[in-house]
Nanobody, 121 residues
């Protein structure tokens, strides 16, 4: 059973920092792109940042210069360092990983359970 387990959410004041972690576990053959999405109340889920297996990154414009995504391939873990947080960053943050469980299987998107990030003004 493959799963993604997130940690690191919480309540922080505007201008503060949080670091999210997401570890993939189970029978995994390979992990391609890993990323973070978020969903605020009443809004659709949006991509925040993603990182390829080779380390190439992409960010939504609203977090550029404030958030940094990284990964540790040896630990099957992706991180999101969030600095200079703003109230509009408040959302449930979801980890995503595109993974193959065997060398013959097509890669499939897996999702974490979500972790709440609340930024107070």
């Amino acid at each position: 059973q493959v799963q993604l387990v997130e940690s690191g959410g919480g309540l922080v004041q505007a201008g503060g920092s949080l670091r999210l972690s997401c570890a993939a576990s189970g029978s995994i053959f390979s992990i391609n792109t890993m990323g973070w999405y978020r969903q605020a109340p009443g809004k659709p889920r949006e991509l925040v940042a993603h990182i390829t297996s080779g380390g190439r990154t992409n960010y939504v414009d609203s977090v550029k210069g404030r958030f940094t995504i990284s990964r540790d391939n040896a630990k099957n873990t992706v991180y999101l360092q969030m600095n200079s947080l703003k109230p509009e960053d408040t959302a449930v943050y979801y980890c995503n990983a595109n993974m193959s469980v065997t060398m013959w299987s097509f890669p499939v998107d897996y999702w974490g359970q979500g972790t709440q990030v609340t930024v107070s003004s």
